[in-house]
C-alpha cells in the first residue's frame, strides 16, 4: 500500500521559514518525480514546484514561489522536502505532495498517481 505523509505544518509569522516534508512508503521512491501542490480555501489545487526522479533535472517552481521555495530529495530516506522561506500570507493553505512514476515534475494533478493527505500551513500577519 502506498502511502505519502506530509508533516511540519503550522501557524507562523509572516517572514518566517518553515520546512514541509513528505514520507514515501510503498513504491520504488528513487524512480517517482515528487512534486508540491497547495491549496487555499475556494481556490483550485496549485502545483507549487517538483523535483524529478534523476538527480541531474533542477527542481521546477511555480512563479510565486521562485527564489523563496526549495525542493530537495532524499531517496536513502525516502523523503522529499519543502523548504519555504520569506513566508507571506497569500501562502496560506494546505500543502500536498504527489508522486508519479518518471518523467518531468508536470504541472497537472491528474498526471500524479499518490497523493498525502496534506499539512496545514497559516501564515499570519
Known amino acids: 500500500q502506498v502511502q505519502l505523509v506530509e508533516s511540519g505544518g503550522g501557524l507562523v509569522p509572516a517572514g518566517s521559514s518553515l520546512r514541509l516534508s513528505c514520507v514515501a512508503s510503498?513504491?520504488?521512491?528513487?524512480?517517482?518525480?515528487m512534486s508540491w501542490f497547495r491549496q487555499s480555501p475556494g481556490k483550485e489545487r496549485e502545483f507549487v514546484g517538483g523535483v524529478t526522479w534523476t538527480s541531474s533535472d533542477s527542481p521546477s517552481y511555480a512563479d510565486s514561489v521562485k527564489g523563496r521555495f526549495t525542493i530537495s530529495r532524499d531517496n536513502a530516506k525516502n523523503t522529499v522536502y519543502l523548504i519555504m522561506n520569506n513566508l507571506k500570507l497569500e501562502d496560506t493553505a494546505v500543502y500536498y505532495c504527489?508522486?508519479?512514476?518518471?518523467?518531468?515534475?508536470?504541472?497537472?494533478?491528474?498526471?500524479?498517481?499518490?497523493w498525502g493527505q496534506g499539512t496545514q500551513v497559516t501564515v499570519s500577519s
Open positions: 504527489a508522486a508519479k512514476i518518471g518523467g518531468i515534475a508536470t504541472t497537472e494533478r491528474v498526471q500524479y498517481e499518490y
Open positions: 510503498g513504491l520504488p521512491f528513487s524512480i517517482y518525480t
